[in-house]
């Protein structure tokens, strides 16, 4: 494992080596998790999301990117972006989640895996340029903790609901993909807080093939409330230190644990160093994958250091194969398809 030169008053490997297993198993699901998930996900699927197509703001590699706006759950309106095929119909889709820093363009998420494919981009609720929402704050500390007090009122559901509502909006704006037209089911990419918002929202959606989580968060609370970091982990854990109850909110909203109902194909990268996520909960997340996975072992995540333009082509790399493999393979239903787990390992620096 690559030493690197920081000035963080704590490890950011937090000890952490390729070659353990999980530090601890996925935390046990309250008795009804996958009923709370489950109706959280009818109610996003019975939202007319009325989407609305914006003019073109760029065009490359390969797609003319829009403005979109669509609904979500609650009637809050959101905006984003929509890829295109510039040169024909669209043969593929994906979802693509955000970092807890919103999102502000499309930028490195575009070129998409897969020639041929749409995607939307949505800002999720309080986040990025185009997810404002009155009374919804828009900084990950505070956001992090909007609605925390109970289950039904936390901000991360509505947010998983947000990505639930784009994926509507894909298929009423590019209707060859949708289901009804035989279209393929859709990819998820998601990076840090995208990542575990996906992990949340994929269980539950068969309108989805197969995912890509990059760096995922909220992996194992109960482990992470133990771990310093200078991510939105931190701001949970001093209000976990003045409200211990707040574990019973948080048992709902675990990556590790909804990972074991996520039977999907699923990529996950994972770095052996972050000070933003902590690698053990990164790790956690793989190892409770239920269906097909393939870990991609980074030296570092969410921090600048040499070597990192060579370990994101080799990311890149591997999201291209791995969904381009999956797109080969029969599409039988969910968790079907591809090759069995292995371990691919990125450039060391």
Known sequence: MAAFAHDFPFDPAHGWTPDESSPAPAPAAPDDFAAFWRARHAEAREVATDPELGPVEDERDGVRIHAVTFTSVGGVRLGGWLALPAGGPAAYGFV?????????????????????????????????????????????????????????????????????????????????????????????????????????????????????????????????????????????????????????????????????RLELPTLVAAALFDPVVPPPGQFAVYDALAGPRELHVMSAGHFEHPGLDTEQEALRAARRRFFAERTAAPRNGRGSGGPPLSRSRSSRA
């Open 96 to 260: 693509v989640g955000h970092g807890y820093g919103g999102r502000h363009a499309p930028g490195p998420d575009v070129p998409l895996p897969l020639p041929g494919a749409a995607a939307i981009l949505p800002c999720v609720r309080g986040m990025g340029a185009r997810g404002r929402v009155p009374g919804i704050p828009d900084t990950a500390d505070e956001h992090v903790l909007h609605g925390i007090a109970s289950r039904d009122t936390y901000v991360i559901g509505d947010c998983v609901a947000d990505l639930w509502c784009a994926a509507s909006a894909l298929h009423e704006l590019v209707p060859e993909l949708a289901p009804t037209a035989g279209g393929a089911p859709l990819g998820y990419l998601g990076e840090s807080f995208g990542g575990g918002l996906g992990a949340l929202a994929l269980p539950w959606d068969e309108r989805f093939g197969a995912a890509q989580l990059t760096v995922p968060t909220f992996g194992n609370h109960p482990l992470r409330l133990t771990l310093p970091c200078v991510g939105s982990g931190e701001p949970l854990r001093a209000h976990h230190r003045v409200h211990p109850e707040v574990t019973e909110v948080l048992r709902y909203f675990d990556a590790a644990t909804a990972a074991t």
